[in-house]
Every structure is written in C-alpha cells, then in structure tokens.
C-alpha cells in the first residue's frame, strides 16, 4: 500500500471520519481526502501526530514492512506456538507476540495469527487471567476490521463463538448476521475446470480436502446435535449420535480423539465411571499422535501441512490440567485405582510428583 492507501485503511479500522481526523490534526476535511486519493501528503510536521492518530508509526504508515512475509509469518507462529507449549512458556509467549505486533502493527494476519495461538495457550492453562483474555480479544477485534475479507471474516467468525460464551447473545447474532454466505459451489466450479483442462490431480486434490474440510463439518454438527441430547438427558440419542460421529471419523480418516471425547462426555454426565475411563484411555492414545490424514485411502491427492496436528501437542496438557482440576472428573479422583490410572494417563497433578 502507498501512503494514502495506509491512511485509509488505519481510519477505517479505527472507525473514524475524514473530518474527525482533521479536526484533530487542524486541517481541512479536503485535505484528508487529498492524502488518502495521493493527490498530496502531509506535511512533515503533521507525519508523527497523524501516525499517533492512526495507532501506528512511521514505517507503517509509509508503507515499509507492513506484513510479513509468509515464511516469516510461518515462523512467528511456530515460535510462539514453541514458547505456549512450554511449561510455564505463556508469559513468554505473550512477549513474543508483543514485539512481533510492534514491528508489523498494522497487520490483521498477524494478529488473527497470535490472537488464535494464544488464545488456544490460556484454553490449555485453564483459560488465563482477564487481562490475557482482554488482550487476545482487542488481537481479534483489530484483525475483525480488516480489509482483507479473508482475515476479517475468519476474525468476525471467532468473535461470534467467544461472545456466545460470554453469553453476550444479542451481540453475537448481529456479528453474525453480517457474514457472508460461502459461494458453496465454487469448489465444484473450480474442480470441473482443473479436470477439463487435464490437471486431474490437481482436481482430485481439490476435491478430496472438500471431502475433508466437509466431514470435518459433519463431525462438528454431530458433535453439536450430541450436546444438545446430553444436556436433555436424552442419553439414547446421544449414544446413536457419538455412534455415528465415530463411524464418520473412521470413514473419513478424522482424529479418533473426537469421538472418544464425545463418549467421555456422556459417559461423566451419567457418572458412569468405567465407560469415562474407557473414553480417558482412548484419548490419552490418540493425544500422543501422530495423526497423519495424508495416509487415509481417501486423500491420494490431497497435501495436508506437515504441522498440521500441531495442536496436538498441546492436549496432554490440557487433558492433564483437566482431569485434576475439573470438579466433573471428581468422582473418579475420589476412588484411588482410578486416580492412580489417570496418573498413569496423565501425569500427577501440580505439586505433585
């Protein structure tokens, strides 16, 4: 972007008027307008007070290194990523994502990027303190604004989910009711085009990550329907729909830790102490990895990253600090075989050896 694009794009993020920010800068309206068309620029001495204005600095504004590049990008996630994973890492990591904002401010890749890393760092630890969440919730505000369709959509969908858990309802759906509708067929378009050209495996690599992208979906409705039996108690309709989840992650070579987790469920909200630790078993396997989807019969064509399950160092974690912690696992802490298999599982809880 050129200097009139950057003034541009910084207003809009920040919600304000050509002539809020000429008032503030005691220039004329036309004169904002000029600046971001590039039919003149500031003066020198209005550069400093308009970069404060605009919450960002100099080389941003004059458009130097604005984003990173992807491999840097790349590079920021998995070093911070790094630094979450540690023991004791979260503050570190936070530092990290801090000084990597302060060379690119202006970019909303970078903070949807940090603010989802983090974010899934305080899951893991339990959910962090309040000024943790408030930061990573001004990253997702920030890139929400974006031009960038993609980084504000993604951003504005994550939004949605953390309001609805905040209860904060009302909010959510008119976030909600302004994102787009998916062009669902674009894909199909896409891949009847590769294939009439001869670029057959290029289509069925398309294809197949649909074919993956949508049972993961499916997963997720299941997933959702299977909440909603738990939470009625309707338990015969929950055991058909955790059936069917499991099923469908088998067909489409989808991490088996997610249907084990929907057992889990069940089986804590009946208290049905060994179905729970059944489920418990399973996915302190599955949290071990690898899960490599490249490997299913389905997906020949398809290249998944090879960082792709990431996340999944994480869960031992995060199924350690649960199980020790969650007041719905107490009824098997409380009888000693089982507290002493789930150490085994697990790990022993903190300030434990």
């Known amino acids: 972007?050129?200097?009139?694009?950057?003034?541009?794009?910084?207003?809009?993020?920040?919600?304000?008027?050509?002539?809020?920010?000429?008032?503030r800068l005691g220039v004329t309206p036309q004169a904002v307008y000029k600046w971001e068309k590039g039919l003149a620029c500031p003066d020198v001495q209005l550069?400093?007070?308009?970069?404060?204005?605009?919450?960002?600095?100099?080389?941003?504004?004059?458009?130097y290194d604005t984003e990173p590049d992807n491999v840097e990008l790349s590079a920021l996630i998995e070093r911070v990523s790094r630094l979450a994973l540690q023991k004791d890492g979260l503050q570190a990591a936070f530092n990290e994502a801090r000084a990597a904002l302060r060379k690119y401010p202006a970019s909303a890749q970078l903070r949807l990027s940090m603010a989802i890393v983090l974010e899934g760092a305080l899951v893991a630890q339990g959910g962090g303190d309040e000024e943790a969440q408030r930061e990573v919730e001004e990253m997702y505000r920030f890139a929400a604004k974006s031009e960038d369709a993609r980084v504000r959509d993604a951003a504005r969908g994550i939004r949605v989910r953390r309001l609805i858990h905040k209860g904060k309802l009302d909010e959510a759906e008119a976030l909600l009711d302004a994102l787009p509708d998916p062009p669902s067929q674009k894909w199909h378009y896409r891949a009847q085009l590769l294939k009439a050209r001869g670029e057959m495996d290029a289509a069925a690599a398309l294809v197949e990550e649909r074919v993956f992208g949508e049972s993961s979906g499916l997963c997720t409705a299941l997933a959702m329907l299977m909440d909603m039996a738990v939470e009625q108690e309707d338990f015969a309709w929950a055991d058909a729909l955790a059936q069917v989840l499991e099923q469908t992650a088998q067909t489409f070579g989808l991490w088996r830790g997610s249907a084990a987790s929907a057992q889990l469920e069940i089986?804590?909200?009946?208290?049905?102490?060994?179905?729970?630790?059944?489920?418990?078993?399973?996915?302190?396997e599955a949290v071990q990895g690898p899960w490599t989807?490249?490997?299913?019969?389905?997906?020949?064509?398809?290249?998944?990253?090879?960082?792709?399950?990431?996340?999944?160092?994480?869960?031992?974690?995060?199924?350690?600090?649960?199980?020790?912690?969650?007041?719905?696992?107490?009824f098997l802490r409380e009888d000693a075989r089982r507290a002493q298999r789930l150490r085994e599982l697990f790990g022993a809880p903190d300030g434990q050896a």
């Open 47 to 63: 550069l400093s007070p308009l970069a404060r204005l605009l919450q960002t600095d100099l080389n941003t504004l004059f458009a």
């Open 267 to 284: 089986a804590v909200k009946r208290r049905d102490a060994d179905k729970a630790m059944a489920a418990l078993e399973t996915l302190a």
């Open 293 to 330: 989807p490249g490997k299913h019969p389905l997906y020949r064509h398809a290249r998944f990253k090879e960082n792709g399950s990431e996340w999944l160092k994480k869960m031992p974690e995060a199924l350690r600090t649960s199980v020790w912690s969650d007041e719905h696992y107490a």
């Open 1 to 23: 972007m050129n200097l009139g694009e950057t003034i541009l794009s910084r207003r809009r993020a920040l919600a304000l008027t050509q002539e809020q920010v000429a008032e």
